[in-house]
């Protein structure tokens, strides 16, 4: 697969502090990517920086182009939901679906309004009558009936409850994705999208502390369970992390020979929550 966004010594830095701290990253198209990381880890700065709407140090390509100065050219390729997505209050949805039909060239408006009928934003009602649910609704319909190769998300579903949440990810999967667009996620609540990734990025403190294809994870990380008399010897092999399970713990290991674990208990593939907490546990220790 094609490279679409290239980083290569990436950096930003606010008052001082790094938010993008010499960053190296590849994400090939058709990717779905999680960038997961708590708040304050950097997530929005590096979306920023590959929309081009903050300037950073070092290399960066999106689509073969630089951000900030192609970044007009850039946007007719690319989509965004903001965590706090702001539509105009005063319009009707009619008339917001008037206006980015004047503005975006590759927006589709008899598709964005086939996706606003499976839902109950009525064309009529005005933007600042909708509760967030049905706002995210009428932006997410937006943003899918433009043909772009990469959407980005930044925390798409805060405050939203859980139907809501897992509607829209299932629509974002069903009606939006393709093997030629690619979609990166930031987010902080892992169990939300690790069902639906093809790679995950962890981030802290302007890092990325881990960056992988999903299916490699179960080749270089193993949990172990381990209760009783093995645990002693299960804790002093080094490992990434471990918490606590009914009767001992739960361990995981990164890039070991599983049959050295067998015998201590049941080995099994960490979640990518579980994996998350363990390798930014472990950053902090260190």
């Known amino acids: 697969m094609t490279d679409i966004i290239r980083a290569r010594g990436l950096f930003r830095a606010f008052g001082g502090v790094p938010a993008a701290d010499h960053i190296d990253l590849d994400i090939p198209s058709g ?27 070092g290399e960066l390509s999106v689509l073969g182009r630089q951000p900030v100065r192609e970044h007009a050219r850039l946007m ?17 949805v009619d008339q917001l679906l008037d206006a980015v039909n004047g503005l975006h060239p590759r927006f589709d408006r008899a598709l964005a309004e086939t996706f606003l009928a499976a839902t109950d934003v009525a064309p009529a ?16 319909a937006l943003v899918m009936a433009i043909d772009a190769r ?18 829209f990810f299932e629509q974002l999967l069903n009606d939006y994705f393709d093997e030629q667009r690619t979609i990166v996620i930031s987010t902080h609540q892992v169990e939300e999208v690790e069902n639906i990734l093809t790679h995950v990025m962890f981030m802290d403190h302007g890092h990325i502390v881990l ?13 172990l369970h381990c209760v009783g008399e093995a645990l002693a010897r299960a804790e002093s092999i080094p490992h990434v992390g471990k918490r606590s399970i009914l009767g001992g713990k739960a ?32 950053e902090v220790r260190s």
């Open 31 to 57: 990717a779905v990517v999680g960038l997961i990381g708590p708040n304050g880890a950097g997530k929005t700065t590096l979306l920023r920086a590959l929309l081009g709407l903050t300037s950073a140090q």
């Open 76 to 92: 007719e390729e690319v989509s965004f939901i903001a965590d706090t997505a702001v539509l105009p209050r005063w319009m009707r």
């Open 125 to 140: 009602r005005r933007v600042g009558e909708l509760s967030k649910g049905m706002t995210v609704q009428l932006h997410l």
């Open 150 to 167: 990469l959407l980005i998300l930044d925390e798409p579903t805060l405050g939203l409850d859980i139907l809501f949440r897992r509607q």
């Open 211 to 223: 960056n992988r294809p999903l299916a490699e994870l179960e080749a270089s990380f193993v949990e």
């Open 251 to 282: 361990i995981i290991y990164e890039d070991i020979d599983r049959h050295l674990l067998t015998p201590l208990g049941e080995c099994r593939t960490p979640s990518v929550s579980d994996l998350f907490v363990a390798k930014l546990s472990r």
